[in-house]
C-alpha cells in the first residue's frame, strides 16, 4: 500500500475511518468479505482497517466507497485527506468504477414507446440488463413524447435515478427559458423522419388548377426548393379561409416537437427551404401520435405531422403525400439522446456509460455490414424468407466467404428484436397498427439512413453530424444563424383538446 504523507498521516483518524466503514458495511447488502472482494481489498487488511489497527490508500478508499454507493469524501475525510483532496479528481475513481455501488438501487427509464426508436430504447431497457448487479430498471411507458422530460426530471421525484431517451429540444419552451431540471449525458441517434402530410385529393385538385395533373402527386414535392411547396400551403390556407375567419391553415400533429420543426417565421424564407408560417398556422395537437393521425384520417385540418410510424402508416396505407421532408428542406432533423435528472449526472455517470455502451452495442447487433458496399439490393419484406432473400444476393451480388450466413445471422437477430417489440409493446398496452416488423427492416436494411441515423458507436454518430454539415454547407453564415433561430419564434393559435 502506498504511504502517506507526514501531513495526511497527522490527519488520520483511525477509529473514526473504522466507525464509518462499519456503519456502511451494515446498511449494505454485503458481508464484509464480499466488501472485500468487490473493492479488490486483502480480506485480512480489511479486518484490521475495521478494528481501527490499519488505513487505507486513497485509491482503495475511493473503490470501497463506490462498491458501498457512499461518497468518496466520507471514507476520505477520517482518513485524513483534505476536502480539496477528497473531492481532487482521480484516475483511480474510473479504473476502479463499478455498478456495484449501485446495488439495490432503481432506475427509472421513461421514453414515448409509440415510435420504431424509442420503443427499441424502451424494450432493451425492459429486459433488465443490471439485474445481476442488483439494479432494477422501473419502465415508465405511460407518457407522451412532450412529456418525457417532466417525468425524468427530479421534479416529481427528488433523488431518484432516473433516464429518458428523448431529443435536444427537452429544455426549451416557446420562450427562451427552461422548463424542467434536466441534463444530457449523450445523443444517440439523429432524427430525420420528420414530414408534413397532405391528403392526395388535396394535392391532385392543387396540380389540376396549376394544369400539371399528368405528375405523379406522390413525387411533386420531392425536389429541392420551395416555390410550389409554398403554393400548395398556400392554396390550402385559402381553402380553409372559406370555411373560417382566422385565414389559417391547420395542422394536426403530436406536440411541439414536430410544430418546432416544421413552423417557422415567415420572417425566415431568406432559408429557402419550405417550412409552415407560425402567423398563419392553427396548430391542433394530441399528446398520443396515433390519436393524432386518426383525427387527421377523420377530416381535421389540410396537413399532418407525427412520428416516423404514424408518417410510413399515412403514405403506404392511406396514400398521404410527404409535402415537405428531409428530401426538400434539410434542416427537418433533431438529435435524439440520453437525457437524465440532474441527481443521475451528479451521482451515477458510470451508470449513465453503461446505459449508453449497451445501446451502441444494440445497434451494432442490427447492422447488416455486408450489405454497404452493395448496389440495387431489393427489398426485404419482414414476411419474406430470409434465406431465399440471402442466396438471391449471392447468386446476383458479390456476396463471398462468410458474407451470406453472416448476413443471415444479422437479418434474424434484427427480426427476433422487431417481435421481442412488439411483444413488449402489447404487454404494455400500446397500439402496434403502425409499428410493425417491417418498419424495423426499412430502418436498418432497405432504408438506413433515410429516416434516421442509428449508429454502432460514438464515432458514426459524428461521422453523421458531418454529412448533415454538407448538407446544408451551401448555406452562407447569415442563413445559418437565421436557421438557428429558427426553432427559437413565437407560435400562431394552438388548440390543446
Known sequence: MPRKNSQVSARENRAELASVIRHAIDESVFDVATVADRANI??????????????????????????????????????GYSDLEAEAFSLSTLALASLAQFRGKKLRVVTDPRFADSALFLWMMSTQPFRTEGIE?????????????????????????????????????????????????????????????????DVREFMHERGIAHLDPQTYFREPGVTHVSDFIEHCRVAEGKQRDDKCVTLVTMGPDTRWRLCISRDLEVLKHPFLDTKNTRVITRGDANAALKLFQEGTGSFFAGGLPQRLAGVREYGYIEVISYDNNPFLFSINSLICSETTLQDAKILLGAVEALWFQTLRRLYAEELQKLTNVPRLMADADIKVWVDSLTDTHDLTGNQPDNLKKTLHVIKSVARSVLEFLKDININTDHINEQIYFDMFINDRDKYEILPGSPKELLDAYMKI???????????????MAATETSYGPTFEE
Open 42 to 79: 486483502n480480506r485480512t487488511h480489511l479486518y484490521h482497517v475495521l478494528k481501527g489497527e490499519k488505513s487505507l490508500s486513497k485509491g482503495r478508499l475511493i473503490t470501497l466507497a463506490q462498491v458501498l454507493g457512499r461518497p468518496p469524501s466520507e471514507f476520505l475525510a477520517p482518513a
Open 137 to 201: 430498471c422501473e419502465i415508465v411507458w405511460d407518457t407522451y413524447w412532450r412529456d418525457v422530460p417532466e417525468k425524468v426530471s427530479d421534479e416529481l421525484d427528488p433523488g431518484t435515478y432516473s433516464i429518458g431517451f428523448c431529443n435536444r429540444r427537452s429544455k426549451k419552451a416557446q420562450v427562451e427559458s427552461e422548463l424542467f431540471n434536466i441534463a444530457y449525458w449523450t445523443d444517440l441517434c439523429i432524427y430525420r423522419g420528420y414530414a408534413l402530410l397532405a391528403r392526395a385529393e
Open 469 to 483: 454539415i454538407r448538407d446544408i454547407a451551401e448555406l452562407d453564415s447569415p442563413q445559418l444563424r437565421l436557421a
